[in-house]
């Protein structure tokens, strides 16, 4: 299969790889393991719940995370799995009003639940404000983390407008305000590589009317 | 992660049978720790008995005039009560120093009890670790242990319970209420829930197989000024290098305990006595016998600076 011109070094960096993956993984083994028992099939289960207004039912692996049933079972692939450890915020959703890592729930876990993904926020046409405040205030680069930081964003207005108290509050029996420090406090479970931080906290001061 | 099937439970007693009668069974609450260690197959249930239909999401009164939270109330909800806010703000201030918006959205009381160590040694598989694989060895102890235990320790483990709130509800002199399979109840005090790991650091706390924590009571407020600074490598959502929760009275007086240091709040009531005499005299007594290694011995100066702080701040 080698052409010609290359002789014996015609063998790409993968193969390599792949070859030297296989051998470490064998050697790896000791010589008494025995072979493991076939595995039994993974249990399933049928869950109804609501997205963006439309209710949906599914059956699933109960493995299923409420994340990988959106994107890989509902197709919608605006919630983005970044950490998948309740790190990073990329799979932020909005699930009977509060904001959660949709990657540290099982979908099995939410029968009967209102979700709302960045698609049910709004459409292209029609923008929700937080998401019209992004673009005129540069809330993103590459765009990875922005559904994520949208509902996380929304969901911050809500609580502060609820009187969540947080960190950053000196009196916490006092209504917290939307300012600068409580946006970035916040905000702090939504990662952005890019580092737009300091426009999305201006995006949503915008959409609360205050300034940042 | 490992197959498991899934099943809700109607009552307190109803869940706690289900897990005892399986073995492999677990409780699952909001998930936020549990569902990350079985990714990562630390942890591998075979089945779970989800409790979130189980109706402990309420605060009440408690008739001695304290404050009993039920096991299901989240922390963003426990933080936001306006009772804990008032009377036990101290509870309020640890939580929020915790996690993120996200997590405390779905994190329980009972859940952020039962929270497992951040020892990095513990979440990585390919390492020994007495608490993950009893009896493999603590890869911790002569590792990286920057973050890990300075008191309490064993010569088997060195890991620290994570959790903010706990602090501060040890401070309260708070009560773990349960249930068992065979529907007892019983109250275990916040100073003996937590075990120190000693040769069964597998064990972190006092819970018997398919027991439920049903709630945490507090007792009456006890006034002052309540206080939690926590010291973390950067501003917001990172676990502590140290933390103390604080009640300061007029007088000076009052209670500290700390977080970020032990297997478990920690919390030296004898020494509490010196609060008027200032920090140093308060901490001599909270860390006289501390175990730190050469990585975290800073823990133990940080503590007393860290409570020291809160003093500062409490006088005005």
Do not use: F, W
């Given at each position: 299969m080698s052409a010609p011109s290359h002789s014996s070094l015609d063998i790409s960096r993968r193969a390599v790889m792949v070859s030297g993956a296989a051998t470490a993984a064998m050697s790896a083994l000791p010589a008494d393991v025995q072979a493991a028992p076939a595995p039994s099939k993974p249990a399933t289960m049928p869950v109804s719940f609501k997205v963006n207004g439309k209710d949906v039912s599914l059956t699933l692996d109960t493995r299923t995370t409420l994340l990988d049933s959106l994107r890989e079972h509902l197709k919608l692939t605006g919630t983005k799995k970044g950490c998948d450890h309740g790190?990073?915020?990329?799979?932020?959703?909005?699930?009977?009003?509060?904001?959660?890592?949709?990657c540290l729930s099982l979908a099995v876990q939410h029968q009967g639940d209102e979700v709302t993904t960045i698609e049910g926020l709004g459409t292209p046409d029609d923008l929700h404000p937080m998401q019209a405040a992004f673009v005129t205030y540069d809330g993103y680069q590459c765009g990875y983390c922005t559904p994520g930081q949208i509902c996380s964003a929304v969901s911050v207005l809500k609580e502060i407008e609820a009187g969540i108290p947080s960190h950053v509050q000196e009196d916490i029996t006092a209504a917290p305000a939307f300012t600068n420090m409580e946006m970035r406090e916040r905000m702090s479970g939504n990662i952005c590589r890019c580092g737009a931080y300091s426009n999305i906290a201006e995006a949503m001061a915008a959409v609360a009317g205050a300034k940042a | 992660m490992k197959s498991f099937t899934y099943e809700r439970a109607k009552t307190p007693a109803q869940a706690a049978a289900a897990v005892a009668k399986q073995q492999g069974a677990k409780f699952l609450a909001g998930g936020t720790?549990?569902?990350?260690?079985?990714?990562?197959?630390?942890?591998?249930?075979?089945?779970?008995?989800?409790?979130?239909?189980?109706?402990?999401?309420?605060i009440e009164r408690t008739d001695e005039g304290g404050l009993r939270i039920g096991?299901?109330?989240?922390?963003?909800?426990?933080?936001?009560?306006?009772?804990?806010?008032?009377?036990?703000?101290?509870?309020?201030?640890?939580?929020?120093?915790?996690?993120?918006?996200?997590?405390?959205?779905?994190a329980t009381t009972a859940g952020n009890l039962l929270q497992r160590t951040r020892c990095p040694y513990f979440y990585d598989t390919n390492q020994p670790c007495n608490k993950r694989k009893p009896g493999t060895g603590c890869a911790a102890i002569g590792g990286f242990s920057r973050q890990l235990a300075v008191i309490g320790s064993s010569d088997h483990c060195i890991a620290t319970y994570p959790s903010d709130m706990a602090v501060a509800m040890r401070l309260l002199d708070a009560t773990v209420e349960t249930v068992k399979a065979d529907g007892k109840t019983r109250s275990i005090a916040m100073a003996d829930f937590h075990r120190l790991p000693g040769d069964t650091p597998e064990r972190d706390n006092e819970l018997e197989r398919g027991e439920l924590i049903t709630a945490v009571t507090l007792p009456r407020p006890i006034g002052g000024?309540?206080?939690?600074?926590?010291?973390r490598d950067r501003a917001s959502y990172a676990f502590a290098l140290v933390s103390v929760a604080a009640v300061i009275q007029k007088d000076g007086s009052g209670r500290a305990a700390f977080g970020g240091v032990a297997a478990r709040p920690w919390r030296v009531e004898a020494a509490e006595a010196a609060m008027t005499q200032g920090a140093r005299a308060v901490a001599s007594g909270v860390f006289a016998g501390a175990k730190p290694t050469e990585e975290n011995q800073f823990k133990i100066l940080l503590a007393e600076r860290t409570l020291a702080s809160v003093m500062a701040q409490a006088k005005g």
């Open positions: 790190q990073c915020g990329a799979c932020t959703v909005i699930v009977n009003g509060e904001r959660i890592n949709s | 720790n549990l569902l990350d260690l079985m990714k990562l197959e630390i942890e591998t249930p075979t089945h779970l008995v989800d409790v979130q239909d189980l109706k402990l999401d309420r096991a299901l109330v989240t922390n963003t909800a426990l933080a936001a009560d306006a009772t804990v806010r008032r009377d036990y703000g101290v509870l309020t201030r640890a939580i929020v120093a915790g996690a993120s918006g996200q997590l405390r959205n779905k000024t309540h206080l939690y600074h926590k010291v």
